[in-house]
Antibody, heavy 122, light 116 residues
Framework: EVQLVQSGAEVKKPGESLKISCKGS????????IGWVRQMPGKGLEWMGI????????RYSPSFQGQVTISADKSISTAYLQWSSLKASDTAMYYC???????????????WGQGTLVTVSS | QPVLTQPTSLSASPGASARFTCTLR?????????IYWYQQKPGSLPRYLLR?????????GSGVPSRFSGSKDASTNAGLLLISGLQSEDEADYYC??????????FGGGTKLTVL
């Protein structure tokens, strides 16, 4: 059974750093892309970026480029999303998702992690 | 103007059909894109429903009933999600998405479906 299991909720202060994780199981972790999707409170879905754990090829949405860092450790089938300096506006639910690419097009996000709620407040 | 525009809300009666639109920004041709649809029920994580580019290039998500289907309206440059035989459990937010500019995914703002 394919599973993406994310790390638990976080409460942080503005300016702090944070790294959240997403562990994949039940499939070949290095054969699929892992992406991150943000959902701010009461708002819609926003795609942040993706990584291919096989070779760490990483792509970012223009909206999130430079704001976050996506990484992966294929030895433990885990992807990460990190911030160096959080802002109150980073308060959101963050989902990791699995996708594949076909002829250069990212296909559907077929499996979703349970979400990690990040709260940034002074 | 957003890349993808969805109406904020839609209401329909049980047993009826619902038609969701996802309009691509002027200058972006719906014919060249696969449109992906996701459902998010209240308090739940999103779920992939289906993708549609043409009748020969479409895919239903795993376990998604056939009463969910995709289509396009070239005259309005829109992707469509159609749900027939509406059930109360279909109440949810529905998001469309595309792989835009060969570089990143863009979501529409989502449409909230009320079944009443």
């Amino acid at each position: 059974e394919v599973q993406l299991v994310q790390s638990g909720a976080e409460v942080k202060k503005p300016g702090e750093s944070l790294k959240i994780s997403c562990k994949g199981s039940g499939y070949s972790f290095t054969s699929y892309w892992i992406g991150w999707v943000r959902q701010m409170p009461g708002k819609g879905l926003e795609w942040m970026g993706i990584i291919y754990p096989g070779d760490s090829d990483t792509r970012y949405s223009p909206s999130f480029q430079g704001q976050v860092t996506i990484s992966a450790d294929k030895s433990i089938s885990t992807a990460y999303l990190q911030w160096s300096s959080l802002k109150a506006s980073d308060t959101a639910m963050y989902y990791c998702v699995r996708s594949s690419i076909e002829f250069g097009e990212l296909l559907e996000m077929d499996y979703w992690g349970q979400g990690t709620l990040v709260t940034v407040s002074s | 103007q957003p890349v993808l525009t969805q109406p904020t809300s839609l209401s329909a009666s049980p047993g009826a059909s619902a038609r969701f639109t996802c309009t691509l920004r002027s200058g972006i041709n719906v014919g060249t894109y696969r449109i992906y649809w996701y459902q998010q029920k209240p308090g739940s994580l999103p779920r992939y429903l289906l993708r549609y580019k043409s009748d020969s290039d479409k895919q239903q998500g795993s376990g998604v009933p056939s009463r969910f289907s995709g289509s396009k309206d070239a005259s309005t440059n829109a992707g469509l999600l159609l749900i027939s035989g509406l059930q109360s459990e279909d109440e949810a937010d529905y998001y469309c998405a595309i792989w835009y500019s060969s570089t990143h995914v863009v979501f529409g703002g989502g449409t909230k479906l009320t079944v009443l």
